[in-house]
């Protein structure tokens, strides 16, 4: 029977929840109830977490209180989305409750566990139950309940806690009318459950592999996890190419050419940089790779190896030496001149970056839908901004809470966050910034401003599901609005008329249009040209956004 643990195990046990929930991942993005590219729970959280794991991993002899800060520390600043910004704030209220402690046993872990979901509830402004929150919550309640009943055994009392919070996780679908629709239970809640789990396994003295690479730090390809350990070879030629684009190639593409691999191979890496396609696949016909990849461009560089022959085959090294070489050295920037007051932006795609520059951003962290910049992220670009006020605009619902955290931790400015949720909230909170006036007075202007913008925007369907009444296929065309999906179908440009549809409503004025970069300039002045004769009393403004995944976005002020 163990008792009590130290910091030592505990730093074996974190390491360990760390290591599965990266691995489980993509299993929880799949959770994610709206079929976009672009959900993304598994791997913020994964992020989030790996961040401070890093630092975790670099201790040889840890004490608790610097175990603790790394863990509060690390996990703060990496934390991306609002399922990472929670569990970084379950680590923050767990690790500051044991952090003078020597030893814990289960009355310490009993209020750690509560003071981490106290913690985390008051970080969210709206509190949800049947999310993460809920999960966590009633592992709580099943630690304070075995730590007054008396249990001593730690190995009874996190098998018992896990137990129920999984039971907790599994009723989430009846306190979500959207996961039940969906068939599917909380992706932060599972993905916490990962961590409680792998710390579990550590616990019980399972052979685990406790150390953190840099790349396990960021998203891992499939590849990776298919090829890493395969004693026996399934495939013989390992098949590797650059594509020199002559058509287009967008992330749809790329999901489709990626599909087509997986169905004739395995360990498979697709590395899109601008013009060029990096390509790896382990198959046993690569002219059927090659005859599939001329169809996008010429190749060059092609190399196949019969690993048969060469049992030792080197796997594909050089992606992350060729994606930094491809980003080049980062230029010395020169510091802002002083200001009163300065903005922050998140945007993706150069024709949005652009607009936000042209309206008086001060500096634009990229990431946007694609990639949930960081509480880091956030805090870097503060550091740059020389100003005594920095507004931040999130422009994305599931950055709002990294952007407070943000705020939180700055003490020399002062930061304010207009809780933007979409790209045009954003535009419309900078444009109904009026210089002459206070500070509080213009952030209560902008807040109030937003709240006048409708937004929806077009993408399409990574899976099967059916949500808000509506039965998607993989690969269908979807308008997202504020609330939910607005349309569905199989061409942009109706699913994307019917959207605008449903969101006008009378006093709409002006109609706003981005078109991504997967849309041509003349497809999208048809389209400009339809809604002006849909609705001709309402200013129609076309603006190229380049956006990525997103094929319009359009707004209804």
């Not at 976009?36 to 975790?56: C, E, H, Q, R, W």
């Not at 970084?88 to 310490?108: A, H, N, Y």
């Not at 790779?289 to 996008?296: D, E, P, T």
């Not at 990431?367 to 960081?374: A, L, V």
Request: aromatic share 6%; hydrophobic share 40%.
């Amino acid at each position: 029977m163990t008792n009590t643990i130290d910091a030592k195990i505990l730093a074996k046990m974190f390491l360990a929840g760390a290591k599965n929930l990266e691995s489980k991942k993509e299993w929880i993005n799949d959770l994610n109830v709206f079929p976009v590219p672009d959900g993304d729970t598994g791997t913020n959280m994964t992020l989030t977490i790996m961040s401070a794991a890093k630092d975790v991993a670099s201790m040889e002899e840890p004490d608790m209180r610097s175990l603790c800060k790394a863990i509060s520390s690390g996990s703060l600043r990496g934390a991306r989305g609002n399922s990472g910004v929670i569990l970084s704030q379950l680590f923050r209220g767990f690790t500051k409750s044991i952090r003078d402690k020597q030893e814990l046993d289960i009355p310490v872990f009993a209020d750690a566990i509560e003071k981490a979901v106290e913690t985390a509830y008051k970080a969210v402004m709206k509190p949800k139950e049947g999310t993460i929150l809920t999960v966590a919550k009633g592992a709580a309640v099943k630690a304070r309940q075995l730590a007054d009943e008396g249990c001593e055994d730690l190995g009874i009392f996190f098998e018992e806690v896990i137990k129920y919070a999984d039971e907790v996780l599994e009723k989430t679908p009846e306190m979500l009318p959207v996961l039940k629709q969906a068939g599917v239970v909380d992706s932060g809640g599972q993905g916490l459950m990962q961590v409680l789990k792998g710390a579990y396994d550590a616990f019980q003295g399972k052979e685990i592999d406790f150390s953190i690479s840099e790349s396990e730090g960021k998203a891992a390809t499939k590849a990776s996890a298919q090829s890493n350990g395969d004693t026996e070879i399934k495939y013989g030629y390992c098949t590797e190419f650059i594509i020199l684009l002559s058509r287009n190639f967008n992330i749809k593409h790329e999901m489709d050419f990626k599909d087509y691999l997986e169905s004739i191979g395995d360990s498979i890496v697709v590395v899109t940089d601008d013009d060029v396609v990096k390509v790896h696949v382990h198959t046993n016909d690569p002219g059927l790779a090659i005859q599939k990849a001329l169809k996008y461009g010429a190749l060059s560089n092609l190399k196949i190896d019969n690993m048969r022959l060469e049992h030792q085959e080197r796997l594909f090294k050089e992606e992350k030496a060729s994606a930094q070489k491809a980003a080049g050295p980062k230029e010395k920037e020169a510091p802002m001149p002083h200001k009163e007051v300065g903005f922050i932006a998140v945007s993706v795609g150069e024709g949005i970056n652009e607009i936000f520059k042209g309206l008086g951003v001060d500096y634009i962290i990229e990431g946007g839908q694609t990639m949930n910049p960081s509480t880091e992220d956030m805090l870097n670009a503060i550091e740059k901004v020389n100003a005594d006020t920095v507004f931040i605009l999130p422009n994305n619902k599931n950055i709002i809470l990294a952007a407070n955290q943000a705020q939180m931790m700055v003490e020399d400015k002062k930061i304010i966050v207009i809780p933007t949720k979409t790209v045009p909230q954003g535009i419309t909170a900078i444009i109904n910034y009026v210089p002459d006036m206070p500070v509080e007075e213009n952030e209560e202007t902008m807040k109030q401003e937003i709240g006048n913008v409708k937004t929806g925007q077009v993408t399409y369907a990574v899976r099967d599901t059916v949500i808000d009444d509506k039965e998607i296929k993989q690969g269908d065309y979807m308008g997202i609005g504020d609330t939910g999906i607005l349309s569905v179908g199989g061409q942009v440009p109706e699913v994307s008329f019917n959207m605008l549809k449903e969101m006008m409503d009378e006093g709409r004025e002006l109609i706003s249009i981005y078109y991504g970069a997967d849309v041509s300039a003349d497809e999208a002045e048809a389209f400009r040209a339809r809604i002006e004769a849909e609705y001709p009393s309402c200013d129609i403004e076309l603006q190229y956004g380049g956006q990525p995944i997103y094929y319009y976005i359009i707004s209804a002020e």
